[in-house]
């Protein structure tokens, strides 16, 4: 927590170039494109960073081949482009994927004409990506024996990228670029109101934790509010040319549905001719998406959503026994924030489906606003450079974009780091045999911090123990999230700094005695309230957590 204590101190009363409000990705860009650029930036997030839409995403990083069936081509090679950006810049977080799409006799398109398609889209992708393949029946039958092929006429395979943590760890990702680039960034703090005074803005903020209220000054305001940007700009009277409407999305994330090395997307056209994807997360499948019209930011998965992809599921899988609703182990929701014209037509009379998945970035010189609209995970290399190009033309000098706001360590870092690894015998340290080499997740998760924790298993081999039985987390990585990644509540680092609650079942999480070691490793003397926080109550913390509680050492 002191990383956020020093943050907050560092916002009371403090004066800034920019002052971001949001922390999903698209204001976490803007903090580390801004800051690492020189300007003096304050970024809050009223609830946990990517607590919101940047969170549910499919975590794909993809052109979308699927918008060239409403013939978005200037959206499809820009998205492309972006995706070949970030899987340069990001090797070891962001992995080449293939989509296998199986086409039954019911889809809007043959197998041949889909083919060409993904040829297209490869072209258009300036052969970023391997190359498609068009497959036969019996091809998919044979490499895909899950996929049911009594009605398919054969199908295609094309590649685009995948996040292989999950998507909020990727925004966090930029926030702590922001905060080693100088910029102060706080969780639960949410902006209470903004006004201009003497040419700034003064702005009266909530930690959300304490409830104190405190102000801020700066010279520019980004909203990076997602589905909220239309509220700050209506309480600021800022007159957009854009405005958002909301389409719900939702994913169930269940037991691995293939069989095979589990290293594709699976991709079929629903009932209503939409594509669907079987998604890879680790030991499991994350099935969606939804696109559902909604009027309003908080959505739920209710039991249409859930017996509508259960079934799609069923009748294109072979699987041995249906999915039921107990197969379900988490579930992703959120709304896509989608851009349409402030004077155009009312949300009733849009085609919903049609409607571009694009963003704007938009500026309001008078007030010195800069507004991010929409968007997508894949394209948040290009609104980092928008958003400090708006900020620059409002009067904030920048300093020459050198790209190193973003990207991954050098490979020579990446080399030292192997190396080390492999003379300590850091793999030897992995207990079970399904998960990925321990080198590789340290230094995917951690880049160049991973080194601090090599030396702490050196000291300390205990370090290197999994500390909840079926999560993927040692020791070691708690103590480095405690110290560097803002954990403020449990969830925080079950939701979202690490993917625990969406791989592993609830009643595992509760039975686990590690999540007391958990609390104690983050939280230190607030283990007790925060554990109590997390459950709903200290009488409903589970007897197996109290139990791990009790074999501590907690002085
Ligand atoms: C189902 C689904 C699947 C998707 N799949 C993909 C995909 O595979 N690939 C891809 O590239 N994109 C995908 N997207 C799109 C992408 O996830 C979103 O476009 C993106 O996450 C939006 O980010 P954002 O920063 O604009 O909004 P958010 O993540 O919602 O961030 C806005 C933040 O502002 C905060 N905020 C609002 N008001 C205040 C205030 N007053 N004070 C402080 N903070 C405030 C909110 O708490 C929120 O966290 C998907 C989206 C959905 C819904």
């Excluded at 971001?20 to 494109?33: F, K, L, Q, T």
Aim: hydrophobic share 40%; proline share 3%.
């Amino acid at each position: 927590m002191a990383l956020r204590s020093t943050q907050l101190d560092r916002m009371r009363d403090g004066s800034f170039d920019t002052l971001v409000i949001g922390g999903g990705i698209n204001g976490a860009v803007a903090a580390a494109s801004l800051a690492g650029r020189g300007a003096s930036v304050a970024l809050i997030e009223r609830g946990d960073f990517a607590g919101f839409t940047s969170q549910s995403s499919s975590n794909l990083v993809w052109g979308g081949f699927k918008y060239l069936e409403n013939y978005e081509l200037p959206l499809v090679s820009k998205l492309c482009r972006s995706r070949n950006r970030l899987m340069k810049a990001y090797p070891d977080n962001i992995k080449e994927i293939g989509f296998y799409a199986a086409l039954d006799e019911s889809a809007p398109h043959a197998p041949w004409f889909a083919a060409l398609g993904a040829w297209a889209y490869w072209a258009i992708g300036l052969f970023g990506t391997r190359r498609p393949r068009l497959l036969s029946a019996a091809t998919i039958e044979h490499e895909e024996p899950v996929i049911d092929t009594s009605s398919t006429s054969g199908g295609i395979e094309y590649y685009d990228g995948i996040l292989v943590d999950n998507d909020a760890r990727f925004v966090f990702s930029f926030i702590r670029a922001a905060i080693e680039a100088g910029a102060a960034a706080a969780n639960y703090v949410e902006l209470v109101s903004a006004t201009r005074e003497n040419d700034r803005w003064v702005a009266t903020l909530r930690d959300i934790d304490s409830g104190e209220e405190f102000t801020t000054s700066a010279t520019t305001i980004v909203n990076a509010a997602g589905p909220f940007v239309d509220e700050l700009s209506a309480d600021w009277e800022s007159q957009t040319k854009h405005r958002i409407v909301y389409s719900k999305g939702v994913h169930l994330v269940v037991p691995r549905l293939t069989t095979t090395d589990h290293h594709k997307v699976l991709a079929f056209y629903d009932d209503t001719q939409r594509l669907f994807y079987v998604i890879p997360m680790g030991r499991r499948s994350v099935i969606g998406t939804t696109d559902t019209r909604v009027d309003t930011p908080f959505t739920d998965v209710d039991d249409d959503d859930i017996n509508f992809l259960l079934q799609q599921i069923n009748d294109r899988l072979d699987l041995d026994q249906p999915l039921t609703k107990s197969d379900i182990i988490a579930e992703r929701c959120g709304v896509r924030p989608l851009v349409v014209t402030a004077k155009g037509s009312d949300q009733a009379e849009v085609d919903w489906t049609k409607l571009s998945r694009k963003h704007a970035v938009e500026s309001d010189h008078q007030r010195r606003v800069v507004t991010i609209f929409g968007g997508k995970l894949t394209d948040c290399l290009n609104v980092g450079e928008e958003v400090a190009a708006e900020i620059e033309a409002l009067g904030i000098p920048l300093e020459k974009d050198l790209r190193n706001w973003y990207g991954e360590p050098s490979v020579s870092a990446r080399d030292e780091f192997y190396r080390q690894a492999r003379l300590m015998r850091l793999d030897a340290f992995q207990t079970k045999a399904d998960t990925e080499p321990l080198t590789d997740r340290l230094w995917r998760r951690y880049g160049r911090r991973g080194f601090a924790m090599l030396d702490a298993i050196r000291e300390d081999p205990a370090m290197a123990e999994d500390i909840m039985g079926s999560a993927d987390y040692i020791r070691v990585e708690l103590h480095s999230a405690a110290r560097s990644e803002m954990v403020t509540r449990l969830e925080d680092f079950m939701r979202r700094r690490s993917k625990i609650e969406l791989v592993v079942r609830d009643s595992d999480i509760r039975n686990s005695p590690g999540l007391a070691e958990v609390a104690d490793i983050l939280f230190g003397d607030e283990a007790d309230r925060r554990l109590a926080e997390y459950f709903g109550g200290a009488d409903a913390v589970p007897e197996a957590v109290r139990a791990g509680a009790r074999q501590l050492d907690v002085t």
